[in-house]
């Protein structure tokens, strides 16, 4: 029942624009757009585990069905409805290439956003409120890139926009029931950004977060689910700045470039409740202790795209992230930076026009506890063709037995700090206008491929030298 909590919502949004604007019950028809997109994926990966756990490659595919329906309600009133359903076949899951978040192997309908916006608030044009299931994003993903459930103020002038969400999800929104574990629920956020372009080209950008987590914890000695069971309650604060431009434009002697920077430097700090737990009995777990720790870790996430002076006119990406890590895990400090929660870290590098994950696809791992060392080239061979090849080199800050979402499967040796290297290569193509396809049936065909591997280092152990592979091949259509 509570997934349908949302859909209710948004109807009765709809009905109250009709209501509070004069011209609601006469909206333009032509302001109402419908858009259906159909995505095709295959995935395969092979030696995740290095040879330790002797895991069988796996492969997967599915197909995706996406509806979304947007408009004006009025000259003031927007709104946005947007459902999908997903079809898996094979072992491997989904991957969602919007969001950067892995989905589970199950099929499912899935309820993702429907919000509606008035504008224009009390007479001020640059003013705008947003109610409803919406996706709060920013262009790298570091900080956000999830559908969450929030009410939203929005200013957006000329030089200056900002923005500030308040929320917390409130239900699982699709029907295979594998995403609104107890990480997920009773965490109340507070997001902000702004973002100034103090000089033509030129931006400063800030953000900020706020967690509370009130789920409250398990007492030692209380028997907890398994599978879904509540290992952190945190509330916690980030702060960073961004800035970004073109280089050229710094310096009024210098010629216009198109060399640009970006630098990201980020904090984290607060307290976070600790459980541990031991299995048993059956196929539950025991909570054995409970621990409060201080937080206080930051990050750093700096990129140079540089133009190089050849036909095809190749863009050279230099790149090197950094997240702290915990340099005595015994104790009641936690200084391990740690992202939001609501990060996809995934996006497009330089002129590409797809989108991969900011820290390679294999590896995957969250700033935290790494230096992240990055070289890239994206070639756009024609207007509707380019092809990307990321290499990342991994670091760990601190020696430790695990890092945060790795798509490895192999243990770390706890003594060693080089994780390895990774390399993708990445071609986009539009296919529509690459051969010409009329577009009277089909507005858009667009293919990605991704072909990863990664070469474990020493931190891996017996792993060491061993390389995990990974391909994957989307076809998507839109009408």
């Not at 629920?185 to 033509?200: C, G, M, N, P």
């Not at 953000?207 to 987590?213: G, K, S, T, V």
């Not at 050849?310 to 863009?315: A, F, R």
Request: with cysteine.
């Amino acid at each position: 029942m509570k997934r349908f909590q949302n859909c209710v919502f948004a109807g009765a949004c709809v009905a109250l624009a009709m209501v509070v604007s004069p011209n609601g019950a006469n909206a333009d028809p032509s302001n109402i757009k419908v858009r259906t997109d159909i995505r095709t994926q295959a995935l395969w990966e092979d030696h995740l585990d290095f040879g330790q756990l002797s895991n069988d490659p796996i492969d997967s595919q599915l197909v995706e069905a996406r509806l979304t329906v947007k408009g004006n309600l009025a000259d003031d009133v927007k709104f946005y409805l947007q459902g999908r359903g997903v079809k898996n076949w094979g072992e491997g899951g989904s991957v969602d290439s919007d969001t950067g978040e892995v989905a589970g192997r199950d099929d499912f309908l899935e309820w993702r956003q429907s919000w509606i916006e008035f504008g224009n608030v009390a007479g001020y044009a640059p003013l705008s409120v947003r109610f409803g299931r919406q996706r709060v994003k920013e262009d790298r993903g570091l900080w956000w890139n999830r559908d969450f459930d929030a009410i939203s103020v929005i200013y957006d002038a000329s030089l200056f926009e900002g923005k500030l969400t308040v929320g917390q999800n409130l239900a699982e929104y699709r029907t295979s029931n594998d995403t609104f574990n107890q990480d997920n629920q009773d965490i109340f956020r507070v997001l902000a950004e702004t973002s100034w372009q103090w000089k033509y080209g030129q931006y400063f950008e800030t953000r900020f977060a706020y967690q509370h987590d009130y789920s409250e914890m398990e007492n030692v000695g209380s028997i907890i689910n398994g599978t879904d069971r509540d290992e952190s309650d945190a509330d916690l604060f980030w702060g960073g700045v961004r800035v970004k431009g073109d280089i050229g434009g710094l310096r009024p002697e210098l010629e216009k470039t198109r060399v640009n920077y970006r630098v990201d430097l980020m904090a984290v700090a607060g307290s976070d409740d600790v459980q541990t737990s031991t299995s048993g009995p059956g196929d539950r777990r025991t909570v054995s202790a409970l621990q409060e720790n201080d937080v206080f870790g930051w990050g750093l996430d700096a990129e140079l795209s540089v133009p190089l002076p050849v036909p095809t006119k190749p863009l050279l990406i230099l790149g090197y992230a950094f997240g702290s890590g915990d340099e005595d895990s015994t104790d009641t400090d936690d200084d391990a930076f740690r992202q939001t929660g609501l990060d996809g870290n995934t996006s497009r590098p330089g002129i590409a026009t797809g989108s991969l994950h900011n820290y390679g696809s294999i590896l995957r791992p969250d700033l935290s506890n790494i230096h992240i060392v990055t070289a890239g080239l994206t070639i756009p061979f024609t207007p509707a063709t380019d092809l990307t090849t990321m290499y990342h080199y991994y670091h760990l800050d601190e020696e430790d037995a695990s890092i945060p979402t790795s798509g490895i499967d192999a243990p770390l040796n706890g003594t060693d700090s080089e994780l390895g290297h990774g390399l993708d290569v990445m071609l986009n193509m539009d296919l529509t206008k690459q051969f010409g396809i009329p577009d009277e049936t089909i507005n858009r065909v667009a293919l990605k491929t991704t072909l990863g591997a990664f070469k474990a280092g020493e931190a891996y152990g017996l792993g060491e030298d061993e390389t995990a592979y990974r391909g994957q091949v989307e076809l998507r259509f839109r009408f």
